[in-house]
């Protein structure tokens, strides 16, 4: 009889144990579209995005904008670097950083190749992401055009 207990006993146990298994009828997906549990919103833009190069170096205004909930964040680090093509930042690095201002905006100056340094028309590939204390990696990258003057 006390082996019949346990029997019992351990099959109520797994019985209970499926039955709360079973009661599901569908999965939470979390939507690709968000809502995001992070709160970070990163922009990028390049001004002007098409540069002509001719004896003088031409500049673009690259600009990162770093939101929290929709409110600017002020005092954050933003990363800049060129990926790939020719021209430098304004301190004459392929890397650079930046702090954002009271609007959340991050700038840097690119400054483009001479038309000397070029063969023909081309783009500048750069990257920049804002400093986060979290794993996720948010990241954006823009092209800018340059066309080769004569």
């Not at 029997?7 to 979390?30: E, H, K």
């Not at 500049?59 to 939101?67: A, F, P, W």
């Not at 020719?86 to 700038?107: H, M």
Request: glycine share 8%; with cysteine.
């Amino acid at each position: 009889m006390k082996r019949f207990s346990i029997l019992a006993i351990l099959g109520v146990c797994g019985l209970l144990a499926l039955s709360a298994a079973c009661q599901r009828t569908d999965m939470d997906i979390t939507s690709p579209t968000g809502p995001s549990t992070l709160s970070i919103t990163f922009e990028l833009e390049a001004s002007p995005n098409v540069i002509l190069s001719t004896d003088v170096r031409p500049l673009s205004t690259v600009t990162g904008i770093v939101r929290k909930n929709g409110q600017p964040m002020a005092n954050h680090l933003v990363y800049f670097m060129i990926l790939s093509g020719p021209g430098e930042f304004a301190d004459y690095t392929q890397r650079t950083s930046a702090w954002t201002d009271s609007t959340g905006v991050a700038t840097v100056i690119y400054l483009g190749p001479t038309k000397f340094e070029i063969s023909g028309d081309t783009n500048a590939a750069i990257k920049a992401q804002p400093e986060t204390t979290t794993p996720t990696y948010i990241h954006k990258t823009i092209d800018i055009r340059i066309l080769r003057g004569d």
